[in-house]
Every structure is written in structure tokens, then in C-alpha cells.
């Protein structure tokens, strides 16, 4: 197969050349040998290598296309191809079919499409000649490729829209401070499309670049940070070796000219003045001294000292990290009366020294500081910040144990009196003479409460009592052998029945509150009174214990249970000291490796023959009958007392009923209404308020009343009814057989005026039996239906 290349290729600056010579293969084809034998295969048959045509590498296409027509690509031709029209021509691979088209009889290769060498540097294809008819191919498929030729059509592009750069100040010309690339995406091996080349737009005369490297140097020496700190350069790349019609990118460096020491610290006033009070606490601020250096960061940071003073060691300075400023402190106590005023030198210089400006100026400035000492009214002062006395327990009230001393520093030198701050002392152990500054002992000590005593006392000035000054007293209180010693704790010790004699059965130790110089040494003995009898023994270990031993072969729990050892216990200190202490020993049954079984109650229970667990089955059966009888005994009592409220639902959503009913109209007994209605009753005793009282006076009937306006009714009886009230009231409350309940009783009276008279039944008669009602029907239309009632009545009664 045959291939025929474009009539034109690009050339290196991307215009087109003359066409080469029409030729059937490019110029990296080769011919294949001619056909011979080669061979059999398995079967006998002879294998034949049949005869190939030309083969190709590649063709070349022009990116960017702008013709209106397709780009012609190359043509392909096959030995086979008889020019008959039988041979067709097949392409695939990359972009076959949609950017690259053949013509299946003439075999010419056209591309469809605008292509661009930097999406896509070349394509590999492959093709095939095949019989239209039969399908069958006419030759081998062979691959191929299409490499597409550059033109200049990228502009450079600098890796960053903007460098930040940094270089220190002061440097030297030629210093490198930052290199910018830029790239093309155009093909570097063809032409002189992506060769790019550096220049400077602005930042002259400061900076220069390297015009192949792009590398940014420094191009005046001595910057100064200090007049000018920010610098924006910008830097052009362009393409074609910065030839005209080549394209360019441009960038920006922002450079910073960082610090270097090269400005020494400087104060603002050569002299500063400060004053100062004479009780200034030593810590105390005096005054701030302030140095300026035109530095920034480590470079500005300042170290102040005092290099020359007429007061060693009274003042210190530091510096405020913060603010770079000289503090001026109080290191030592300061006194108006022994110096009242102070010079210092100060001396300023830079922490982080530059060796390469020293020539040019001393880093270092020095100034003077006055320090004025102001008179105040000080309080007392102790000759010690704290004083430690000592004290033995057994010490006898008002016994000394130390003194303190203070005094006026002032010029006056007031006298100082002496007092306990007693929120120290609150027992009030002890006491101070209010002169003198004697510490005495006012309440009997003991070390064992407490060894040790703080107490702060007071010493203020008589003329000036604010002035006051506190020290801290400790008292310490030595041990005296005053304490016992005793059991170090209640040892509970048994004996078995069929213990050996001389066995121990118990190690005891002493506690002694006491602390002796030389440690503890107790003594342990049986107390004498029980030598004689003893039915045990105590050894003394000599190392503050001792043994508890058995004196005979047995030990009967019938005969006796308890044994009580008295042990005397001595201490090694003087005077000497000692207790009986008691240890009880309780006789129980072991086993035969000497472990405790049944001991006291329980041995005798197992010699009546009942064993544990009998005693533990009759103790739960004798409190499950006694809960039984508890809880029928109060189902008894729930039974027979009636539940206030009758609901069973909650009892917030109850209202209590109580089923109490009043004497109504029968009751008589709280109170006698008949006597309030005869005013005019006399009353010859007290009458009991349980029965219904009786009439003293017969029915008396009531004539008939005279015309209306000649009568007052009711007048005359007005001020006996208040009268009667009153007498009653009294009488009950001051009746010690009143019911104790309260009774209400409402009493009512016509007053006068009335046309009709009093209509109240208050002048009545005590029953209403005994009423004439006859008048009634005196007194016109308005009250005849009355009349009709009670006068039937009456009429009914007599008949």
C-alpha cells in the first residue's frame, strides 16, 4: 500500500512551504521483501510469505485551520487495488469517522475538523484495504499515524497572577530576590513559538531581571526600609525570542524590604525625674523610660540596665516586652529619713546586634534618672518578719515563752503598744504585756491537741492608732510524758476448749499519744492482783509487743465463758507512766486446726443438742408469726373505722361530706329565744342551756292599739332589748359551762316611727299561741290577707 503526503507542510515559523515532489510513501516507509518459502506447518503444508506493499510512519496536518474546505490529509493506495473499483478503503483509530474521513474508493484522507496541537498533539490511526464485493482484505491492516504541526497561537503564561517577595534592606546589588516562569503551549521543538524571553515594564531602577532565567535581583545597592519599604514590579514574558509579532503575559511582584538592624535606640530625654513614697512596696513601679529605634520587630527589641547609681542595689529596671519600655521598680526597702533622694545612670542598647553596621554608629544610648523619696507616716516595724517560740505543755499560766520588738522608723519615734489579732487566738491561749511585747501563757496547753500555735500579734502606735503592723508568731509546744499508754486497739480474743498450755492466743501492741525524742518502749506485764490466780500469762516481746499465753490444758465453756486479762502497760520515759488495760477472752469450741466454731450462747445451745441451723429456722418462724399477728391486728382496725371519704378516686377531686345534722327549728338548747321575745321577763337565776326554758309570766293579750299618730311603737322598749343583749352576751362569755361550739343568733327589733308599729316579734309573748291578732283587721285593705291568716287561726283555736 501507497500513501501520497499534502502537496504543503507547514515551516518552522508556521507558513506554508513549497511542496515536495508527489511521492508514494513518507519518508519514514520501507519496502517489505518479495514472497518466498518460508516453512511447513504441522500438516506438511508449505507456509508462504506473500508480498506487501509500501508501509508509512506518519503524515503532518496544519493546527488552526482556516480554509472553508476540509484539509486534505494524504491518500492511501493499495497494491491490490486494481483501479476497477473493487478495492474499498476502511479507517479507524483515534478520530476516525468523526475529526478524520477517507474516501473508500480513492483512498483520500481529509480532516473535518478545526484541530489544535495543544489539546491533541497527534492521532493514531489505523487502515486497510479491503474487496468491495467479498469483504476480504487485500492487505494487511497497517497503523499509522497524524502529527499535528504548531503554529505561534499561546500567548506566555506566568505561573502566578502576583509573587510576594521578600529582601532584606540595606543589601547588596546583584542580590537575588525572587525568580517568576512562564510558560507556552506552544511546541518547544518546533520553531521559536515557545521560546520566551524576561523583561522589566516597571520597577526601574530598583530591580532588574534575567531576560532567560527570569530570576528578579536586586539593581541599586543601600535600599532603605526605613524611607521606602514596598515595591510593585512588573515582569513581561514574551514569545518568539522576543522578536516583534511574538506574543507576551505579564505579572506583577510585590517586594517587601524586610528589617535589618541598622538603627541604634535612641531615649527622648536625656534626664527623666520620678517620685517616689517611702512605703512603696518592693515590686513597686517608680517610673517608665522610653527609647525609640526606627526598627521594627526583633530589631526594635531594647534591653535597659542601670550601669551607675549612688544607691546600689535599691532600684532595678526591666523591659516591657510589650511596649519595649525601661520599668523602673523598687528592689529594696526605701526610708525618707536615711535617703531622700537617688541618681542612676541607664543605659539602653538592641538585643539582636547586626555585626555589619557597627562601623556606622554605637547601638547603645545611655540617660539619667532623679528618683525623689517622699516622707510618709509609717507604721511600726518588727525587728523580725516573723518570730518561732517554744513551750512545754506542762507550762504554768502567765509563764513567759518569747518576746517581740517594734519601733517607730518615723522621726517622732511614737511608742508602739503591743496586742493578740485574737481571730488567731481564738481560745485566747495566750497573751502579749501591751509594753513590753511579752508573750505569756494565759490557758493550760496540750501538745497532743495541738502542736503547734499560730498566732499573729499587733503593734500599733498610741498616737496614731491606723498605724498598725502585724507579725507572725509561731509557737511550738514541747511533748511532756503525760499520757498513758494503752491498747492499740479492742482486740476481740478467744481461747478454744481444747487449747495446750502455754499457747498464745493473741498479740497485742500500745499507742501512746505522747511523742518521746527517742521513740516509744512499752513494757507489758500481768497486772499483780491477777498473778496468783492467773489462768494466762503475758510475754513481753521487747519490740512494744507481747504474747497473750494460755497457762493450762483446757478450757470449759460450761464452767466459765469470759475470762477478763488485766495487762499493765508501762512507758520508757520519765516520769514513768502506765495503764491496766483489760482484754477479754472468750471461751469458744474449735476444731482441731484451732479455727472457731460456736463461742458464749451458741456453745451452750449446741451442748442442749439444737445446731445453727435449727436456731436460725425457730428465729424466722417466731417473726413470720409476729408479722401475721401485727397485720391482722391492723386489718381489724381498718375494718371498724369508716373512711372519711367514700371514693375511691384521688382525693383532690373529693368534697367532704360530713353527716351531721342540725337541731333546726326542735333545737332549744343553744339558745332561749323566748325570754329575748318578753323583754320585760326578770330573770331570778341562770338558766340551763340543755333543756327548753319556761314561760315566768302567763299569756297576756295584746289590746288593741290606739289610732296611729298617738303612739310611738316600740319606742319605749328599745333601750330594754339592748340591754338584755348585752347582759346575755356577757353572761356567755364568761360561762365556763358554754357547749364549746359557736352559735349564731340573730336578733332584730322594729325601730319607731312606724305607722303599723313594730312588726317584730321581740314584745311578743313566749309562745304564739298567746297572740291577738284581732287588730289586723283594724288597719284597712293593706293588711287584711294577715288578718285572714291569723285571725283563722284564732278563730280555729277556740272553737
Known amino acids: 500500500m501507497r500513501t501520497t503526503i499534502p502537496l504543503a507542510v507547514p515551516s518552522a515559523d508556521g507558513s506554508q512551504a513549497p511542496p515536495p515532489q508527489r511521492r508514494t510513501a513518507s519518508a519514514g516507509a520501507r519496502r517489505v521483501g518479495a514472497q518466498g518459502l518460508t516453512g511447513t506447518d504441522a500438516k506438511g503444508v508449505p507456509l508462504r510469505r506473500s508480498k506487501r506493499g509500501w508501509m508509512w510512519n506518519h503524515f503532518y496536518?496544519?493546527?488552526?485551520?482556516?480554509?472553508?474546505?476540509?484539509?486534505?490529509?494524504?491518500?492511501?493506495?493499495?497494491?491490490?487495488?486494481?483501479?476497477?473499483?473493487?478495492?474499498?478503503?476502511?479507517?479507524?483509530?483515534?478520530?476516525?469517522?468523526?475529526?478524520?474521513?477517507?474516501?473508500?474508493?480513492?483512498?483520500?484522507?481529509?480532516?473535518?475538523?478545526?484541530?489544535?496541537?495543544?489539546?491533541?498533539?497527534?492521532?493514531?490511526?489505523?487502515?486497510?484495504?479491503?474487496?468491495?464485493?467479498?469483504?476480504?482484505?487485500?492487505?494487511?491492516?497497517?497503523?499509522?499515524?497524524?502529527?499535528?504541526?504548531?503554529?505561534?497561537?499561546?500567548?506566555?503564561?506566568?505561573?502566578?497572577?502576583?509573587?510576594?517577595?521578600?529582601?532584606?534592606?540595606?543589601?547588596?546589588?546583584?542580590?537575588?530576590?525572587?525568580?517568576?516562569?512562564?510558560?507556552?503551549?506552544?511546541?518547544?521543538?518546533?520553531?521559536?513559538?515557545?521560546?520566551?524571553?524576561?523583561?522589566?515594564?516597571?520597577?526601574?531602577?530598583?530591580?532588574?531581571?534575567?531576560?532567560?532565567?527570569?530570576?528578579?535581583?536586586?539593581?541599586?545597592?543601600?535600599?532603605?526600609?526605613e524611607l521606602k519599604e514596598n515595591y510593585q514590579v512588573v515582569i513581561q514574558a514574551k514569545d518568539m525570542g522576543g522578536q516583534m509579532g511574538g506574543l507576551s503575559g505579564t505579572t506583577t511582584v510585590s517586594i517587601t524590604l524586610s528589617d535589618v538592624n541598622d538603627n541604634p535606640p535612641r531615649f527622648t530625654k536625656s534626664l527623666y525625674e520620678f517620685r517616689v513614697p517611702e512605703t512603696a512596696d518592693l515590686g513597686a513601679t517608680v517610673g517608665l523610660l522610653r527609647a525609640l529605634d526606627a526598627d521594627i520587630g526583633e530589631n526594635a527589641e531594647m534591653e535597659y540596665r542601670i550601669i551607675s547609681s549612688d544607691g546600689p542595689g535599691m532600684f532595678d529596671v526591666f523591659t516591657n516586652k510589650s511596649t519595649q519600655e525601661g520599668v523602673i521598680v523598687v528592689r529594696r526597702p526605701l526610708d525618707f529619713e536615711r535617703k531622700r533622694q537617688y541618681s542612676l545612670r541607664v543605659q539602653v542598647e538592641n538585643v539582636h546586634l547586626n555585626p555589619r553596621f557597627f562601623a556606622a554608629a554605637p547601638f547603645r544610648d545611655d540617660a539619667t534618672v532623679k528618683v525623689q523619696v517622699e516622707d510618709v507616716d509609717e507604721p511600726p516595724v518588727f525587728e523580725r518578719p516573723s518570730y518561732v517560740m517554744e513551750v512545754k505543755e506542762d507550762a504554768a499560766r502567765s509563764t513567759v515563752i518569747g518576746s517581740v520588738s517594734a519601733s517607730d522608723p518615723d522621726a517622732l519615734h511614737n511608742p508602739v503598744r503591743y496586742s493578740i489579732d485574737r481571730r488567731t487566738d481564738m481560745d485566747r491561749v495566750f497573751n502579749v504585756h501591751a509594753g513590753n511585747g511579752s508573750v505569756f501563757v494565759l490557758r493550760e496547753l496540750d501538745r497532743e491537741e495541738a502542736a503547734w500555735h499560730n498566732i499573729s500579734i499587733i503593734a500599733t502606735e498610741f498616737n496614731a492608732p491606723r498605724q498598725m503592723t502585724r507579725v507572725p508568731v509561731f509557737i511550738r509546744i514541747l511533748d511532756v510524758n503525760d499520757n498513758a499508754p494503752t491498747f492499740a486497739t479492742n482486740y476481740e480474743t478467744f481461747v478454744c476448749e481444747n487449747a495446750r498450755a502455754n499457747q498464745r492466743i493473741q498479740t497485742v501492741s500500745a499507742s501512746d499519744p505522747d511523742n518521746p525524742i527517742g521513740g516509744h518502749r512499752f513494757v507489758f506485764s500481768l497486772a499483780p492482783e491477777a498473778s496468783g490466780k492467773a489462768n494466762f500469762s503475758v510475754r513481753d516481746n521487747k519490740d512494744n509487743t507481747a504474747w497473750i499465753l494460755t497457762r493450762r490444758n483446757s478450757y470449759l465453756n460450761l464452767q466459765r465463758s469470759v475470762y477478763l486479762v488485766p495487762v499493765v502497760i508501762s512507758d520508757g520515759e520519765y516520769p514513768m507512766l502506765s495503764s491496766t488495760n483489760t482484754l477479754t477472752v472468750r471461751v469458744c469450741t474449735c476444731d482441731r486446726d484451732g479455727n472457731m466454731q460456736l463461742c458464749n450462747a451458741e456453745a451452750l445451745a449446741a451442748r442442749a443438742g439444737l445446731s445453727t441451723g435449727a436456731l436460725v429456722a425457730i428465729l424466722l418462724c417466731s417473726i413470720i408469726l409476729l408479722m401475721i399477728v401485727v397485720l391482722f391486728a391492723a386489718l381489724r382496725r381498718q375494718r371498724k373505722k369508716e373512711p372519711l371519704i367514700i371514693s375511691k378516686e384521688d382525693v383532690r377531686d373529693n368534697v367532704v361530706s360530713y353527716n351531721d345534722e342540725g337541731g333546726g327549728e326542735e333545737d332549744t338548747q343553744a339558745f332561749d329565744i323566748g325570754t329575748l321575745r318578753n323583754p320585760e321577763a326578770i330573770e331570778e337565776s341562770k338558766q340551763r342551756r340543755d333543756i327548753a326554758p319556761e314561760p315566768f309570766y302567763p299569756p297576756v293579750r295584746r289590746p288593741v292599739p290606739p289610732p296611729p299618730p298617738a303612739r310611738d311603737p316600740g319606742h319605749g322598749h328599745n333601750g330594754d332589748v339592748r340591754e338584755f343583749i348585752s347582759q346575755r352576751l356577757q353572761d356567755n362569755d364568761g360561762d365556763p359551762t358554754a357547749p364549746p361550739y359557736d352559735s349564731l343568733a340573730t336578733y332584730a327589733y322594729e325601730g319607731s316611727g312606724s305607722v303599723a308599729e313594730s312588726l317584730s316579734s321581740l314584745e311578743s309573748v313566749t309562745t304564739d299561741g298567746d297572740q291577738d291578732y284581732n287588730y289586723l283587721s283594724e288597719w284597712g285593705p293593706r293588711f287584711k290577707k294577715l288578718a285572714d291568716m291569723y285571725g283563722a287561726d284564732d278563730s280555729d283555736r277556740d272553737s
Request: hydrophobic share 35%; glycine share 10%; net charge negative.
Open 61 to 225: 496536518l496544519l493546527e488552526e485551520y482556516t480554509g472553508t474546505d476540509m484539509q486534505y490529509v494524504g491518500k492511501l493506495h493499495s497494491d491490490g487495488d486494481r483501479g476497477d473499483g473493487s478495492a474499498r478503503y476502511v479507517l479507524t483509530g483515534e478520530g476516525a469517522g468523526s475529526l478524520f474521513r477517507i474516501d473508500e474508493k480513492s483512498g483520500d484522507i481529509h480532516a473535518t475538523k478545526r484541530l489544535d496541537r495543544e489539546e491533541k498533539a497527534y492521532y493514531i490511526l489505523r487502515a486497510k484495504a479491503v474487496d468491495r464485493f467479498t469483504n476480504e482484505a487485500l492487505e494487511g491492516e497497517s497503523e499509522f499515524v497524524i502529527k499535528i504541526h504548531d503554529i505561534n497561537d499561546n500567548e506566555p503564561r506566568f505561573t502566578k497572577d502576583l509573587y510576594m517577595a521578600r529582601v532584606p534592606e540595606m543589601s547588596d546589588m546583584g542580590t537575588s530576590v525572587i525568580q517568576v516562569t512562564a510558560t507556552d503551549a506552544d511546541d518547544s521543538t518546533y520553531g521559536n513559538s515557545a521560546k520566551v524571553v524576561y523583561s522589566i515594564l516597571e520597577g526601574q531602577p530598583y530591580f532588574s531581571v534575567d531576560a532567560e532565567t527570569g530570576l528578579v535581583k536586586t539593581a541599586l545597592p543601600g535600599m532603605d526600609r
